[in-house]
């Protein structure tokens, strides 16, 4: 059974990181991007969404950037679901890094305490000018269409990497740290087809890699163990068999 296996991975490793994309969410109710009803098939404003999330369309159309945001992206009620909890109780089992391509902040809800977020968070929104720093509850009051600092005037941006912007460097150097060092690399929910993010995992040098995600990667071949199932379901069956 593909969980005992899991299981005696997790047992026998100290050192284990998980890397999770868009599917680790789906089970909160957020859309992923790629699947057929995901956020790539909107169309909106006759643009894509991968135009409208980009840094070019931001500044062009910074209140139609917003409006997407707002509609889609920013979900003040949404919650962590078992997965994400399975997770916090994986963190005394060995479960040191969790490595998340996801902007929503849900494995901090939960209590995760060592998250690295890649695309940064939409909880998080700044001033591009001054560099003053606001919340998602303050964003979502502002009843304008273009939304500016109440310090200077200036465009506030989503703390987010959008489309035509590098990821952080020193978020990707602890990225490269974190799976260097791993002894056990979980991917969870992800189709690893999008780059840089797929990319990261030619820096694992450790013995095991599991893939848990509903349809095929292209790192499947490479894996110790692969488990066509959700994020939620899987970790949820496996503190119950720790």
């Known amino acids: 059974m593909a969980i005992n296996t899991l299981k005696k991975l ?6 284990i990181v998980l890397f999770g994309g868009a599917g680790t969410s789906t089970e909160s109710n957020i859309p992923d991007f790629r699947s057929e009803n995901g956020l790539y098939a909107l169309k909106k404003y006759n643009v894509s969404p991968e135009e409208i999330l980009s840094h070019d369309y931001f500044y062009k159309h910074p209140d139609r ?4 945001l707002k509609e889609y992206l920013l979900l003040p009620n949404v919650t962590p679901h078992k997965g994400h909890f399975a997770t916090v109780a994986l963190e ?8 998340t391509q996801n902007i929503d902040g849900l494995h901090q809800a939960a209590g995760s305490k060592n998250v690295i977020e890649l695309h940064g968070s939409v909880h998080r929104h700044y001033c591009t000018k001054c560099r003053a720093l606001y919340d998602m509850a303050w964003i979502l009051s502002i009843q304008d269409d273009i939304i500016r600092c109440p310090l200077c005037n200036s465009l506030v941006k989503p703390d987010v990497v959008l489309y035509g912007e590098p990821l952080n460097q020193e978020v990707m150097s602890e990225t490269v740290k974190a799976i260097h060092e791993s002894d056990l690399l979980i991917v969870a929910g992800t189709s690893l087809v999008v780059y840089p993010a797929a990319s990261f995992l030619r820096y694992y040098k450790g013995k095991n890699l599991v893939l848990i995600n509903k349809s095929e990667t292209p790192y499947d071949h490479t894996a110790s163990l692969v488990i066509r199932d959700s994020y939620g379901d899987v970790f949820d069956q496996l503190i119950h068999h720790l």
């Not at 950037?65 to 997407?68: G, P, R």
Request: glycine residues 6%; positive net charge; without cysteine.
């Open 10 to 15: 997790i047992l026998q490793s100290k050192n």
């Open 65 to 68: 950037f917003y409006a997407f």
């Open 92 to 99: 005394s089992m060995g479960l040191n890094t969790i490595i």
